[in-house]
C-alpha cells in the first residue's frame, strides 16, 4: 500500500528528531514489501513566519487536505509569540481536518523506571482520549472595561451534543478492543453546573451501549489523585480538552518524560488526514546541540501505524523501542545517558526486524 506524508519539522528539537523519525519510515518500506510511502517535508515554521509574516501558505491546508496523514515535529521559538506560531499552525490543522481525538498512550516502557517507583510495572498501561476540537478552548470570550476597577474578562465553554457524543464513543469503542473493559471519564459537575453534568449525561447515554465496561465518572481534581496513588485501575480516561491537556502531562510525567510521549490528532473517519507528533515542544533549552530523545517522534509513528491498519508495525516500533532500554547501553541524557539523538535512534532502527 501507498501512504503520502506531509512532514512539518518545525523549530528547535523538532527537526532533529523529524530526522530519526523519517529513519523510521526508510526502516519499514525495508521491513514490509507491502509499504510505500511518499514523504514532502515543508518548511512552516518560525523562521517562516519572520520570513513571510505567517506559519503557513494562504493555500496551506488545501496543500495539507490531499495527504494521508501529517507528521509534525515540534513548532515554536523564542522569536516568535506562542499565540502565534503555535495557534496560526498546529490549532487550524486540528481544527479543519476534524482530528476530534486526540490520543495519548500512558504506558511505562520496559526498560525504564517510572517516578512512581512503588507501582508494578504492568499497571502502568493506559491510554487518555483528549477531546480536540472544542471544550474550554472555544475562542469566545473576551474582555471589558480594561484598565478599570470594573475590568472583567469571560471565557465560554462550548460542549455541543456533536462534540461531546463523538469523542466519548470513540473512548468506549476503544475501551471495547483493550484488555481491563474500564472507561473512565473526567468531570467537574460539581463546580461547573452546566456544561460538565451535560457530559457527564452524555457518558452515562452512551454507556448504556457498552454494558461490558465499566464506567467510572470522577471528578478532574481526584482523578489526578488516583493517575499518582490507583493508576493499575484506569483503561481508557476520556477527557475534554482541557481536562484532557492537563491529566496527560500528568501521564507523560509518571512514565518517564515528555522526551517520550507521543500523541495523535485522529480523524478517525479518515474523511481529512490525522496528525502524529511528539507531546513535547521545540525544547529551545537543548535544541542544537544534537542531545533531544528521538523516542516520542518514533512512537508518534507506531499510532500512525496503528492508524493506517499495520498494527504489527505499530507494535515492532514499540517493542524495538524496549528492546533498546531494556538493553541499557544506548540513550540520551534526558534519560541519564550520554549518546546522541540520532545514535538512539539508530540504535532503535537496527532493533527493528521481523522474526
Ligand atoms: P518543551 O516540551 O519544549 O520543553 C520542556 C522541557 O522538556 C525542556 O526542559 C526540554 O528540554 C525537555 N524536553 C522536551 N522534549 C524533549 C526531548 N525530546 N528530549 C529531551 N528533553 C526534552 O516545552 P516548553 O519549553 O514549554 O516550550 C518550548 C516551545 O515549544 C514553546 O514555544 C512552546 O509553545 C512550544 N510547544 C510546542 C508544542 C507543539 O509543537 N505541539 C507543544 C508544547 C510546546
Ligand atoms: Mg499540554
Redesign the pocket.
Known amino acids: 500500500k501507498h501512504f503520502s506524508i506531509a512532514a512539518i519539522p ?1 523549530d ?2 523538532g527537526p532533529e ?1 523529524m530526522e530519526e523519525g523519517l529513519k523510521t519510515l526508510k526502516r519499514i518500506e525495508e521491513l514490509h514489501g507491502g509499504i510505500h510511502f511518499s514523504i514532502d517535508a515543508f518548511d512552516w515554521n518560525c523562521d517562516y513566519y519572520l520570513k513571510h509574516g505567517k506559519m503557513m501558505p494562504e493555500n496551506g491546508l488545501e496543500i495539507l487536505r490531499d495527504y494521508d496523514v501529517i507528521l ?1 515535529g ?4 523564542p522569536s516568535v509569540p ?1 499565540h502565534i ?2 495557534w496560526e499552525l ?1 490549532l487550524p490543522i486540528r481544527r479543519t481536518f476534524q482530528q476530534y481525538i486526540n490520543l495519548r498512550p500512558i504506558k511505562l516502557l520496559r526498560g525504564l523506571d517510572s517516578p512512581l517507583r512503588y507501582k508494578a510495572h504492568d499497571d502502568l498501561d493506559f491510554v487518555v482520549v483528549r477531546e480536540n476540537t472544542e471544550g474550554e478552548y472555544s475562542n469566545m470570550g473576551g474582555r471589558i472595561h480594561e484598565n478599570t476597577p470594573f475590568e472583567l474578562a469571560v471565557q465560554n465553554n462550548v460542549f455541543t451534543r456533536y462534540g461531546t457524543e463523538r469523542v466519548i464513543k470513540y473512548a468506549y469503542s476503544l475501551a471495547e478492543k483493550r484488555t481491563k473493559k474500564r472507561l473512565t471519564a473526567a468531570t467537574k459537575s460539581n463546580g461547573i453546573n452546566h456544561s460538565m453534568p451535560f457530559w457527564d449525561e452524555i457518558v452515562k447515554e452512551v454507556s448504556r451501549n457498552h454494558p461490558s465496561i465499566r464506567t467510572d465518572i470522577y471528578h478532574i481534581d481526584a482523578l489526578a489523585a488516583y493517575f499518582i496513588t490507583r493508576p493499575e485501575e484506569l483503561d481508557v480516561v476520556v477527557g475534554s480538552n482541557l481536562f484532557g491537556d492537563i491529566l496527560t502531562d500528568l501521564g507523560a510525567a509518571i512514565v518517564g518524560g ?2 517520550l510521549a507521543p500523541s495523535g490528532n485522529i480523524n478517525p473517519e479518515k474523511t481529512y488526514p490525522s496528525m502524529f ?10 535544541a542544537g546541540k544534537g542531545i ?2 528521538p523516542i ?1 517522534q518514533i512512537w508518534s509513528i507506531s499510532l500512525m501505524m496503528e492508524h493506517l491498519g499495520f498494527s504489527e508495525v505499530a507494535d515492532l516500533i514499540v517493542d524495538s523501542i524496549e528492546e533498546v532500554l531494556l538493553e541499557g547501553k544506548v540513550s ?1 541524557p ?1 534519560l541519564g545517558g550520554k549518546n546522541t539523538t540520532s545514535e538512539f535512534g539508530s540504535a532503535i532502527h537496527e532493533q527493528m526486524t521481523f522474526k
Open positions: 518545525g528547535g528539537i528528531v509534525l515540534a513548532i515554536g521559538a506562542d506560531s503555535v498546529i515528555l522526551g507528533e511528539p507531546i513535547h515542544g521545540s525544547a529551545p533549552d537543548i533531544a530523545n516520542a540520551t534526558d
